[in-house]
């Protein structure tokens, strides 16, 4: 794939980098790779219709645009393991030790210090344009009731934004160029937050226990449960912290 990072369009202040992308992809004038930064958003979104609340300035919000990405829709979840794979990739650089808690969210511990929205344009079944969302946590030091991190509070400096930013260009990049590598599965596995470990979930019938055995190729999370292997889309199944 062709590389990403070349143009980099730098917001003041926008409703949401990814609504911004998408429109002005639809509008026919944004190349491939483009990368939009916000200072703020006043309506980032979330995974499931949540949103996405930062304070202005201090982390980054920003998204990238794959064009030509021709990937089956069953295959999109390699998207997901190489935004995660490279979020995982930068921190862990920085001594953060960082794991992805399935499918994209990236945690320190219990305290979740990235997230990521990938939002796909297809033909037919063909994923032929992806917007890929990320809100990393830099600096912010308050988090009020929510369970989150940054790299400020977990290595104790002051964390430039544009170095995070092309520093994560790169490892995209690098990442990037291995989509049909089947080897990118078993790493994702190696960074699985709970792979492995018996652990509470919940699901509609309430709270059980089971070990993460592994992620089927269409992003279902694996358990064993009572013997058997389970396995659960993101709306099936909660992590119990
Ligand atoms: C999540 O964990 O729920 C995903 C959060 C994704 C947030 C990023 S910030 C940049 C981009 N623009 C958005 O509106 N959301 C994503």
């Given at each position: 794939m062709e590389e990403i990072g070349r143009n980099i369009i730098r917001?003041?202040?926008?409703?949401?980098?990814?609504?911004?992308?998408?429109?002005?992809?639809?509008?026919?004038?944004?190349?491939?790779?483009?990368?939009?930064?916000?200072?703020?958003?006043?309506?980032?979104?979330?995974?499931m219709g949540a949103v996405w609340l930062t304070e202005p300035g201090m982390n980054l919000t920003f998204s990238v645009y794959l064009d030509n990405v021709n990937l089956s829709v069953e295959r999109q979840f390699i998207l997901t393991k190489i935004v995660s794979l490279s979020l995982v990739d930068f921190l862990n650089g920085r001594g953060v030790a960082a794991k992805i808690k399935w499918p994209n969210d990236i945690y320190v511990g219990k305290k979740k210090i990235a997230g990521v929205l990938i939002e796909n344009m297809l033909k037919g079944s063909l994923i032929k344009k992806s917007i890929i969302g990320i809100g990393l946590n830099t600096n912010q030091k308050e988090f009020g009731d929510l369970s989150a991190t940054s790299l400020r509070l977990q290595t104790g400096d002051h964390c430039s934004n544009d170095e995070a930013l092309f520093s994560l260009i790169e490892r995209l990049n690098k990442y990037l160029q291995r989509i049909d590598d089947s080897g990118l599965n078993r790493e994702y596995l190696d960074h699985l937050?709970?792979?492995?470990?018996?652990?509470?979930?919940?699901?509609?019938?309430?709270?059980?226990?089971?070990?993460?055995?592994?992620?089927?190729?269409?992003?279902?999370?694996?358990?064993?449960?009572?013997?058997?292997?389970?396995k659960y889309s993101l709306k099936e199944i909660k992590f119990i912290l």
């Open positions: 917001l003041e202040s926008v409703d949401s980098t990814n609504n911004y992308t998408a429109n002005r992809v639809r509008a026919g004038e944004l190349r491939h790779g483009a990368v939009i930064l916000a200072v703020e958003q006043t309506q980032g979104r979330g995974q937050f709970r792979m492995g470990e018996p652990a509470s979930f919940e699901d509609d019938n309430g709270v059980f226990e089971g070990t993460i055995i592994g992620v089927d190729t269409d992003g279902k999370l694996c358990l064993d449960r009572d013997s058997s292997v389970k």
